[in-house]
């Protein structure tokens, strides 16, 4: 009876609304995915710059439903945990007085992965092993963490003035366990997802690493390794058949980098790389190779 009376009057812990207009000065949109809208805005609270992400209420609702019954952590729960370079910093989180989750973020002067791909300027030509690496580092460290991010793929990517890479969106990320891992929740980007998640497969840590292939695969070609779909039946129709080969696009490429992404698109999960970081090695060796190819070929006793 004494507990019942203590949770009577203690009631809920209070949870402390953030008017959105009233701390910050919202300067411009940035961004607007599948499940949220993003405004470059000035916090008043310290003055700085930020990227503030408010989550749609409805969307945000409907995908938490598929874990009714499992302790689920929200994006910004996750977000703040993180701690990464390669990883857009995350201010504060909380709820919004309309009852949407919020995230504020640095904002990260830049652009997207998605237009360095399609440009296939003189930053992609001359870095992209070199980023393909970092976001490799990001993805190990997320999974270091302990979640499965399943929505890798361009979009959810800033390269900053600096040719920093950032990943900055963990709207879908679960925690890497047991119950999370069962089948039957399959979100993500369709283009980018693994063949065991589309046919609602148990998952784990391995859809990211195909995700990540397909993420390198573009990078390199401007395409994906399989026709474009635009909905998840059109995928199901070309996952059990391999990908064009990345040689065939770009003849030039580095074997051991061409190998490597490959491996990583492997759609049996048993045939490719097991972890982030078994594939970021053979990247390393190549761009370490590279490196030092190039700097003899510059040296002045180099011969023609």
């Known amino acids: 009876m004494l507990d019942f009376l203590k949770q009577f ?10 008017d959105i207009p009233r701390r910050f000065e919202l300067l411009s949109p940035v961004g607007q995915g599948t499940m949220s809208k993003v405004w470059r805005a000035r916090d008043s609270h310290s003055g700085r710059i930020v990227a503030v992400k408010v989550l749609d209420k409805v969307k945000t609702e409907r995908h938490e439903a598929r874990f009714t019954g499992l302790k689920k952590p929200c994006e910004g729960e996750i977000a703040r945990k993180l701690e990464h370079l390669n990883i857009v910093k995350t201010l504060d989180h909380g709820v919004t007085t309309d ?9 990260i002067e830049g652009v997207g992965l998605s237009y360095l791909i399609d440009a296939q300027n003189e930053t ?3 870095l992209r092993l ?42 879908l990320a679960v925690p ?40 390198c695969y573009e990078m390199w070609t401007k395409h994906l390794p399989w026709e474009a779909a635009q909905s998840l039946d059109a995928v199901l129709k070309h996952i059990n058949k ?12 580095d074997e051991q980098v061409a190998a490597t992404i490959m491996k990583g698109l492997e759609r049996e999960p048993r045939d490719r790389w097991q972890t982030v970081g078994e594939m970021l090695a053979p990247l390393r060796e190549a761009e370490e190779r590279l490196r030092e190819a190039k700097k003899k070929k510059k040296s002045p006793g180099a011969k023609p």
């Open 242 to 253: 391999p990908g064009t080969d990345i040689r065939t696009l770009v003849p030039t490429i």
């Open 9 to 18: 009057f203690q009631g809920k812990p209070k949870v402390f609304k953030t």
């Open 124 to 126: 992609m030509q001359k």
């Open 176 to 215: 890497n366990t047991a119950e999370f891992r069962r089948p039957g929740n399959r979100t993500g980007t369709a283009n980018y997802m693994a063949p065991e998640l589309i046919k609602r497969q148990t998952t784990d840590l391995r859809i990211d690493v195909f995700s990540y292939a397909v993420t």
């Open 99 to 107: 009852n949407e989750q919020f995230l504020v973020m640095d904002f």
């Open 130 to 171: 070199n980023l393909m690496i970092q976001l490799g580092d990001a993805l190990e460290y997320f999974h270091q963490a302990g979640f499965i991010h399943r929505d890798m793929c361009p979009r959810n990517i800033i390269v900053d003035e600096e040719n920093v890479l950032k990943l900055i969106d963990f709207g």
